[in-house]
Each structure stands twice: as C-alpha cells, then as structure tokens.
C-alpha cells in the first residue's frame, strides 16, 4: 500500500498563475483533508470531505477549491496563486469520524509563490 | 480556536524525560496527539477520549484533563529518535473540526 500520495512535491509559481495539487489514498478511507503549514503556525485546515461527493470549508478555505474525484482523490486548486499562499500542503485520510480516528498524511508539496 | 502548547520548544539528553502540555479554551471531546520530523509529514501517536479511553502508542503516554480541558504527553527516557515536532490537536462539541496548537519542538542531544 502507498497510503497517502501527493503530486507535486515542489512547485514555484508566479503571482497570478494557477495550479492543481493532487492527492489519492489507497487504504479505502471516507475522508479526506487539505491542510497548510506554515511556520510556527501548525497545521491548519483549508477544506476536507467527509464522504464521496462532499466537501466543506475548515479555517482558511479563502483563495482555494477543492474536488473530490471519487472515493480515493482529492484535488486542491489554487485559481490565481498569491505570495501568501506559500507554505507547505498536506493531504490526509481517515475512516469516518475526524474526532476518533487517526489521519494518515501525504508526504507534502512546497509550494513557493513569487 | 487553536489550543496552546507549551513549552514551545525543548532540548533534552537521551534517557531524559519530557513533558508538553495543550490547553483548549473550549470543552474538549478529543485530544489528538502527532509528531513530525524535520521535512517529513506528520505521523499519528494517539487520541485521548473523553471518558478515558485511549488509543494509539503503546510506548508514549498521555493524560487527558477533562475539567480543565488540558492534556499532557508523557515522553519517558527519550531517545534519539523521539526529536521532532509535537503537535496536538483538539476536538470540540457540536460542529466542530480538529484543530492542531502551534506545535513543541523537542531537541535530544546524545
């Protein structure tokens, strides 16, 4: 099993382009998340998905959006990329029930804005 | 809104122990707890419920205050490899999300 994978692991962007963030999970999890990390800040929720076919905004969901693809993909679009948003992305998974159950993380893609 | 971990940072010599704290404003159902290595992502060590159940690492301990909506992972005899970045994350009642604190970075030296 790959778990948790993430394409790209590095991107440099100009301000004002766009881009994709791809992510898939092969352990048959219902849930799925995109989150930011940014130094000493943690680890903060943009959008997750508790299920196939719906998606829901967490802390700082402005300058993002999301599709779920199916059971095993989530993809995070950045529509005009601004300085701001460089930082670290992870996508996790999980079984239903964010409050009881553990998230497994994808690798990460560094994402520098210019 | 984001617990607060502390200490922010510590450094310690193998075979000592450790403490971090996470403290929420809010009443707590759940408390997540991850560590993180320097560029890799994080990787989960356990829950405390509400309750007292427990789930997670067997070799890394953890208490859960309910009343005072703080919990604190107990990291004993550390090792090498315990050094990285703790973080923890809390879950509220009602419609809530995880959220994670800023993180505690712990440093062990030989």
């Known amino acids: 099993n790959a778990g948790v994978t993430q394409t790209p692991k590095f991107q440099v962007l100009k301000t004002g382009q766009s881009m994709t963030l791809q992510c898939a999970q092969d352990?048959?999890?219902?849930?799925m998340y995109w989150y930011r990390q940014d130094p000493g800040m943690g680890l903060r929720l943009i959008y997750y998905s508790a299920s196939e076919g719906t998606t829901d905004k967490g802390e700082v969901p402005n300058g993002y959006n999301v599709s779920r693809l199916n059971k095993r993909e989530f993809s995070l679009r950045l529509e005009s990329a601004a300085p701001s948003q460089t930082s670290v992305y992870f996508c996790?998974?999980?079984?239903?029930?964010?409050?009881?159950?553990?998230?497994?993380f994808g690798p990460g893609t560094r994402l520098t804005v210019l | 809104q984001q617990p607060v971990q502390s200490p922010q940072a510590v450094i310690l010599r193998e075979g000592e122990d450790a403490v971090i704290n996470c403290s929420s404003s809010k009443a707590l159902y759940s408390v997540h707890w991850y560590r993180q290595k320097h560029g890799e992502a994080p990787v989960f060590l356990m829950i405390l419920l509400k309750g007292g159940e427990q789930k997670g690492h067997d070799k890394i301990s953890a208490s859960f205050n309910e009343k005072k909506q703080q919990s604190s992972l107990y990291l004993t005899a550390s090792q090498l490899s315990y050094s990285g970045t703790y973080f923890c994350g809390t879950w509220g009642f009602g419609n809530e999300k995880l959220t994670f604190g800023t993180g505690t970075r712990l440093t062990i030296i030989p």
């Open positions: 996790a998974s999980s079984f239903p029930g964010q409050e009881n159950n553990e998230q497994f």
């Open positions: 352990m048959n999890h219902n849930s």
